[in-house]
């Protein structure tokens, strides 16, 4: 099967393969090439350029895109899509006054999705992700990160990650599982914090591990949940099974996670909403990507990750959704990339690159995602006519997207 998209009115992130991430300065630039075809064969991108040299190539199937810009689909490197029901009363409590934390230190958050979790079977689970998965695909995500962590048995991880595994099975969109060993202490474990590592480290990573359910490990390293030695203990059981860190850190108070993950080589930072100047000295040097979500920040009004001070700074930066219920109920990239260039002063150009090649990195998918490349997998985003792709996270809000393609499929 061939799809042939001509008269594009311009192509964006068009990458030679050797590009796995984009940093500091480089972030300013997004290639593109203007009046352009692109060939798909199957589920790959097998060549582009200019309309001129199209002449004579034919293919099963033919979109004209006049007007249109095409992108690689969004990369959404951290998302909790896998969950069940909503926490529409939490948000109301916190709009009546009480803080996130506080809902959390009352049995609220992550507990209250847990228990909720824990009482669904895996089909009806399934069939909830799903819905938003669909969603999300229609919104131009064409690969995306999901862990488990609203488990917190061993039971009920395997039941998320299973999920997750089915979830790969049934849509074109490339999914990357992660283990959230340790997102929350359970009620169970209240005064037995290392008893429930130990289940972790003893028990769910080599179970995880032996179902292949997933290669990558997160902890949530924040004050009340999971400190430095806890957050240590599990990535060295991680290391142990040849797991790769991606840690939730630094979103609420910085306390030398973002070291700590850099010593075991974490894959990405997430969250960063606080920043202090030993965080980034470890960054520096490094190959952890930081990870920003700011529809987490804008729903929790909650500072910004600072992303001028990380690119300007020479780091990368990626982009992703934080889909989850308590904290960020969507998971609408365009959303995120609007919200990134208007609270965080990030270009759209940086923007868009730590949305599409940064987040296929933090993934650890950027040779076959995150960039127009001949070779790479054929995830597009085909725009409505737009006057540029600034216009983009500019009219935030609208709808931009006419067309999707996933992994060679027109998904919309
Ligand atoms: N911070 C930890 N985990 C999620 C939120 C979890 C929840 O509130 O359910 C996050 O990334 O924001
Ligand atoms: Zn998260």
Redesign the pocket.
């Known amino acids: 099967m061939t799809i042939l998209i001509k008269n594009i009115k311009e192509l964006l992130q068009v990458r030679e393969p050797n590009i796995a991430i984009v940093k500091g300065e480089d972030m300013k630039h997004l290639p593109t090439l203007k009046n352009a075809y692109l060939l798909i064969e199957n589920d790959t991108i097998v060549q582009f350029g200019p309309m001129d040299d199209c002449i004579g190539i034919e293919a099963n199937k033919i979109i004209d895109a006049n007007g249109k810009t095409v992108l690689p689909a969004w990369c959404d490197s951290h998302s ?1 899509l896998v969950y069940t029901g909503d926490r529409t009363q939490e948000f109301v409590d916190r709009i009546n006054g009480l803080s996130y934390e506080e809902i959390a230190n009352r049995g609220g ?2 507990l209250n ?1 847990a228990e909720k979790l824990q009482q669904t079977n895996e089909d009806d689970l399934f069939e909830q992700s799903l819905k938003r998965l669909e969603l999300v695909a229609n919104q131009g995500t064409g690969a995306i990160e999901i862990k488990s962590g609203y488990g917190l048995t061993i039971e009920a991880e395997l039941k998320m990650l299973r999920v997750i595994k089915r979830l790969k099975k049934h849509s074109q969109v490339k999914i990357i599982p992660t283990l959230l060993a340790a ?1 929350a202490v359970p009620k169970a474990y209240k005064n037995d914090k290392q008893g429930f590592l130990d289940l972790v480290i003893n028990e769910l990573i080599p179970k995880v591990k032996k179902e292949e359910l997933s290669n990558y490990i997160d902890v ?1 390293c924040e004050n009340g949940y999971f400190d430095l030695d806890d957050t240590e203990q599990i990535l060295k059981a991680g290391k142990a099974h040849d797991m790769i860190p991606k840690i ?1 850190v630094n ?1 609420f108070n910085a306390f030398g996670g973002v070291a700590l993950a850099v010593k075991y080589n974490a894959l990405s930072v997430d ?1 960063l909403e606080e920043l202090n100047p030993d965080d980034m000295d470890a960054l520096k040097g490094s190959n952890t990507m930081p990870v920003a ?1 700011p529809s ?1 920040s804008y729903f929790l009004s909650i500072p910004y990750t600072p992303a001028r001070k990380l690119i300007d700074a020479g780091l990368p930066l990626a982009l992703a959704t ?1 889909y ?5 109920p969507s998971g609408n990239m365009n959303f995120v990339i609007s919200t990134a260039c208007i609270k965080m002063k990030m270009t759209p150009e940086e923007a868009i690159n730590a949305a599409t090649i940064n987040g296929a990195y933090a993934m650890g998918i950027s040779n076959l995602y995150g960039s127009i490349t001949k070779g790479k997998k054929a995830n597009l985003i085909i725009t409505n006519e737009i006057p540029s792709y600034a216009y983009m996270p500019y009219a935030f809000g609208d709808n931009h997207i006419d067309s999707v393609i996933i992994n060679g499929t027109i998904i919309k």
């Open positions: 909790h958050g992550i999705s997102h949530f939730h979103q969250h979500l987490c934080d989850n219920p308590g904290s960020t």
